[in-house]
């Protein structure tokens, strides 16, 4: 298998830059979007906080050690980069130590409270809208014409929602790791660790049928049996195939209104159809060990877009330097927009 994520998973456009990213921390800024209409009081104190290069469950359990509770008792909706600087929500039930500036002095320089308020629950794991970045790609070489035509290609068309190579640790290794313990040949020590590898094995699949209707040329045109979603919703519809729902259904997917689906492997039946499950189906047959592990955790078929929209994108020049603005809904991954406006070498993998 190879580990070569740009290989494995290809673009959709034309890359002819290529540029230096995350050279400081600075570079790589992420802010939390949470739609929350606060209480004003209850037994969770929630707090913004902004960290740098420092990774969300370290940082958790600094407030929980700061609040004088257990780390159980600390929830947040979503894991944030380590080498940047990031702003996301924490919340931490019935503190010992309630205190913003008290909280504040028992906590390590690289965390800082930005505000806080009270609420009635638990910021529970994916409870987010998005996320907001403002990005820097330094030392910028080649054909910019061609990287302005991508900003344009993405804003139109938005980019494939592959997991990122993150999703799949070093040199692939997570894929290798799930296959291992699907076959009884590696036990998980953790239920976290054992959550990351069934994830993986499902993305990882996800990624293969994407990656094959991209190379097909059909990952942004319905196949018959296609299941599609809502933007900014969880809801599901099918086509009902009719002449005249076509060409609306072409006009809504042109507009980003509405997002062509992919399957998140689960033991049950598919929910597409038609051409589109055949695809699936003849996709994740080529990884039978997986599949056994999702029928082992007798895992349900769920439903992801294929497509990211990129909302807000702005960009503007510095010299050689290019600074990106822009937000994705909950799940994108910033490296998959990256990756379609110019190479980038991530500096940060160099630590």
Request: net charge neutral; glycine share 8%; charged share 25%.
């Amino acid at each position: 298998m190879s580990d070569n994520f740009d290989l494995l998973f290809p673009g959709v456009n034309a890359i002819s830059t290529k540029g230096a990213m995350r050279s400081i921390a600075d570079d790589f800024q992420v802010v939390e979007i949470i739609k929350t209409d606060f209480s004003g009081d209850g037994e969770h104190l929630w707090l913004f906080v902004q960290k740098i290069n420092s990774n969300t469950d370290w940082v958790a359990k600094q407030l929980a050690r700061a609040c004088g509770v257990s780390p159980r008792q600390v929830g947040y909706a979503g894991l944030k980069d380590r080498h940047a600087l990031t702003s996301q929500w924490f919340s931490v039930q019935l503190p010992v130590v309630d205190d913003r500036q008290a909280i504040q002095e028992q906590l390590p320089p690289e965390v800082l409270i930005l505000k806080n308020h009270r609420h009635h629950k638990k910021l529970r794991t994916g409870g987010l809208k998005g996320n907001q970045f403002k990005l820097t790609i330094r030392n910028i070489e080649g054909d910019r014409p061609q990287l302005e035509q991508n900003v344009i290609n993405i804003k139109t068309h938005g980019v494939p929602n592959y997991f990122g190579a993150q999703r799949f640790g070093h040199g692939m290794g997570n894929v290798q790791s799930a296959a291992d313990w699907f076959a009884g040949q590696f036990r998980p020590k953790s239920r976290n660790l054992k959550s990351l590898l069934i994830s993986t094995a499902r993305s990882w699949i996800f990624n293969q049928i994407l990656a094959t209707r991209i190379r097909q040329g059909n990952w942004l045109t319905p196949l018959p049996g296609d299941i599609f979603q809502l933007d900014g919703s969880h809801s599901w519809f099918r086509d009902d195939q009719t002449e005249k729902s076509a060409v609306e259904l072409q006009r809504r997917l042109e507009e980003q209104d509405v997002h062509i689906t992919a399957a998140l492997w689960g033991d049950d039946e598919l929910q597409s159809s038609g051409l589109a499950a055949e695809l699936e189906r003849r996709v994740g047959l080529q990884y039978p060990e997986l599949l056994a592990g999702m029928h082992k955790h007798r895992l349900q078929h769920a439903r992801r877009a294929i497509r990211l929209p990129v909302r807000q994108l702005t960009h503007q020049w510095s010299g050689d330097d290019l600074s990106l603005s822009f937000e994705l809904s909950a799940g994108g991954y910033a490296t998959c927009v990256v990756r379609e406006l110019l190479a980038h070498q991530d500096l940060s993998l160099k630590e």
